[in-house]
């Protein structure tokens, strides 16, 4: 039975604030997202029977409807009137609750996979509205590249792209999100920050006249700050990088996550190397580039 394979990348977040808590009890932020080569595969196969199911790996990661991927079939097929369904399959490479976007990318491929397989009529906006109710960043992942990020993260604008090789490492020790936002302590936001924050302007500054050495002396996290013990991992583990040659590094999302910029990939691949004596997850990664972050193909299944 023929159906769709797609590879979906991961992001971290170049420069993350967060403004403070808004009346609708999400948090205002502004951030530079950027997909990375880290993959997780979903397949999908068209089920006439209008059941949805998702299977994943490894065995830890959410299955069945507990599954963002279950979620994002369910919505869009009651969102578009559909009554077919469909087999999902999810084969995760991009570690979970780190801060690598993984299950925020793999619900946005299932969301562009099915339209491709259900034939769907949909405009890129109403698909947006879609992945939203999913989560504030599955709509980047429909583009990726470099992304500016704002309000909860749902407002996107293109940011110049940033070509380059990092190393990506995952300590064990995970940082849950909620815990991260309250240990933070930011009050309710008062209106609207017109233009973005000094760190965010310099990131993107540095984007634009394409010079690495700023860009990863640009970058910036605010959960860095929290004292979490997941934190606390990360930030040595960001040291590491540093001591092993990176020109630049941070946390990504709430962590775990870190990352580092390297010169290039001879640089990263020894960076990784070296550091995964102590941080067994350690991988060179290049940067994706916008509208390289899904990548879909046919296949028999």
Same mark, same amino acid.
């Given at each position: 039975m023929?159906?769709?394979?797609?590879?979906?990348? $991961? !992001?971290v977040?170049?420069?993350?604030r967060?403004l403070?808590?808004?009346?609708?009890?999400?948090?205002?932020?502004?951030?530079? +997202?950027?997909t990375?080569?880290?993959?997780?595969?979903?397949?999908?196969?068209?089920?006439q029977?209008g059941a949805?199911?998702?299977?994943? #790996?490894?065995?830890d990661a959410?299955?069945?409807?507990?599954?963002?991927c279950?979620?994002? $079939?369910h919505?869009l097929?009651?969102h578009?009137?559909?009554?077919r369904?469909?087999?999902?399959?999810?084969?995760k490479?991009?570690?979970m609750?780190?801060?690598?976007?993984?299950?925020s990318?793999? $619900?946005?491929?299932?969301?562009?996979g099915?339209v491709?397989?259900?034939? &769907?009529?949909?405009?890129p906006?109403?698909l947006a509205?879609v992945?939203?109710?999913?989560?504030?960043?599955?709509p980047?992942?429909?583009e990726?590249?470099?992304?500016?990020?704002?309000?909860?993260?749902?407002? &996107?604008?293109?940011?110049?792209?940033l070509?380059?090789?990092?190393v990506v490492?995952?300590p064990e020790?995970r940082?849950?999100?909620?815990?991260a936002?309250?240990?933070?302590g930011?009050g309710?936001?008062?209106g609207?920050?017109?233009?973005?924050?000094r760190?965010?302007?310099r990131?993107v500054?540095?984007?634009?006249?394409?010079?690495?050495?700023?860009? #990863?002396g640009? +970058?910036h996290?605010?959960f860095? !700050?929290t004292?979490?013990?997941?934190?606390?991992? $990360?930030?040595?583990?960001?040291d590491d990088?540093l001591a092993?040659g990176?020109?630049?590094?941070?946390?990504?999302?709430?962590? #775990?996550?870190?990352?580092?910029?390297?010169g290039?990939?001879a640089?990263a691949?020894?960076?990784a190397?070296r550091?995964?004596? !102590?941080?067994?997850?350690?991988?060179?990664v290049p940067?994706?580039p #916008?509208?390289?972050?899904?990548?879909?193909?046919?296949?028999?299944?």
């Amino acid at each position: 039975m023929s159906g769709l394979k797609i590879e979906t990348a $991961a !992001k971290v977040n170049l420069c993350l604030r967060v403004l403070g808590r808004r009346p609708d009890g999400y948090h205002e932020v502004e951030t530079v +997202l950027q997909t990375v080569g880290a993959w997780d595969t979903v397949v999908l196969r068209d089920e006439q029977d209008g059941a949805i199911g998702v299977r994943a #790996s490894p065995a830890d990661a959410p299955q069945g409807e507990d599954n963002l991927c279950w979620q994002a $079939a369910h919505l869009l097929a009651g969102h578009m009137n559909v009554r077919r369904g469909v087999s999902i399959v999810v084969e995760k490479t991009i570690p979970m609750r780190s801060g690598l976007g993984g299950g925020s990318s793999d $619900a946005a491929a299932t969301l562009v996979g099915l339209v491709r397989l259900w034939h &769907l009529d949909i405009s890129p906006e109403d698909l947006a509205v879609v992945a939203v109710e999913l989560g504030s960043d599955v709509p980047f992942f429909f583009e990726g590249g470099a992304r500016l990020a704002r309000g909860r993260g749902e407002q &996107l604008t293109p940011c110049p792209e940033l070509s380059a090789w990092l190393v990506v490492v995952v300590p064990e020790q995970r940082v849950p999100t909620a815990q991260a936002y309250a240990a933070l302590g930011r009050g309710v936001t008062r209106g609207r920050r017109r233009g973005p924050s000094r760190p965010v302007q310099r990131l993107v500054e540095a984007l634009g006249r394409g010079d690495l050495a700023a860009v #990863s002396g640009s +970058l910036h996290n605010d959960f860095e !700050k929290t004292g979490l013990p997941g934190v606390a991992d $990360a930030l040595r583990a960001k040291d590491d990088l540093l001591a092993a040659g990176c020109m630049g590094a941070a946390m990504s999302g709430s962590g #775990s996550a870190v990352f580092g910029i390297a010169g290039g990939r001879a640089e990263a691949e020894r960076i990784a190397a070296r550091v995964q004596e !102590k941080w067994p997850w350690a991988r060179a990664v290049p940067t994706v580039p #916008s509208g390289e972050g899904i990548r879909i193909a046919e296949a028999e299944i």
